[in-house]
Each structure stands twice: as structure tokens, then as C-alpha cells.
């Protein structure tokens, strides 16, 4: 384990950190309020947050959060050949 600090005099950085730190908070509060005390298990609450965090979630001026975004650019595209070559042994044709 390796104890790593902020850049020196860049308060900005530290605020940054600061402010993920109290949205993660915030949701983790949220998570627990809605499951009866059996189900409060730390790693499942923090994996929940992080997957609405990252994948659900709105940012900027974004209409859709980045999980439909990339699902539906997948979709979007069209669908090719595939292209892999492969040879007729009997013939020695590559098809």
C-alpha cells in the first residue's frame, strides 16, 4: 500500500475528490433506504451505486445515459458479412 497525496497548493483537485466522495455518500444513503437490514451488505450497496453511477446516470447536457447510448450505436450499425476466410481442404479453395 502506497499513501499518495494531492498536488500540492491545487486545493481544485482535492475539491473534486471531495464532491465524488459526498455524491457516492448520497447514493450509498439511497440504496440503504430502500433494503430491509438483511440485505445490507456493503459490497452489493457499493456495486450498486457505482453501476448507477457510471452507467446510468445523466451528465452534461446528455438526453440518454452512456448505457443506451452505447447499446444503441451497436444497434445502429449495419450488420456485415463476416469476414473470415477459410480453405475447402479437399479442393485447396479459400472461400
Known amino acids: 500500500?502506497?499513501?499518495m497525496t494531492?498536488?500540492?497548493?491545487?486545493?481544485?483537485?482535492?475539491?473534486i475528490v471531495e464532491r465524488v466522495h459526498q455524491v457516492i455518500k448520497a447514493n450509498i444513503a439511497k440504496q440503504e433506504a430502500g433494503m430491509n437490514t438483511v440485505e445490507r451488505d456493503p459490497h452489493k450497496i457499493l456495486s450498486k451505486?457505482?453501476?448507477v453511477m457510471n452507467l446510468l446516470s445523466l451528465t452534461g447536457n446528455r438526453e440518454a445515459p452512456p448505457v443506451?447510448?452505447?447499446?444503441d450505436h451497436h444497434r445502429a450499425l449495419p450488420e456485415s458479412e463476416i469476414q473470415v476466410f477459410y480453405k475447402d481442404i479437399s479442393t485447396g479453395q479459400w472461400f
Open 49 to 51: 451505486v457505482l453501476f
Open 1 to 3: 500500500i502506497q499513501h
Open 6 to 15: 494531492g498536488i500540492p497548493h491545487n486545493p481544485t483537485g482535492q475539491g
Open 68 to 71: 443506451s447510448i452505447h447499446y
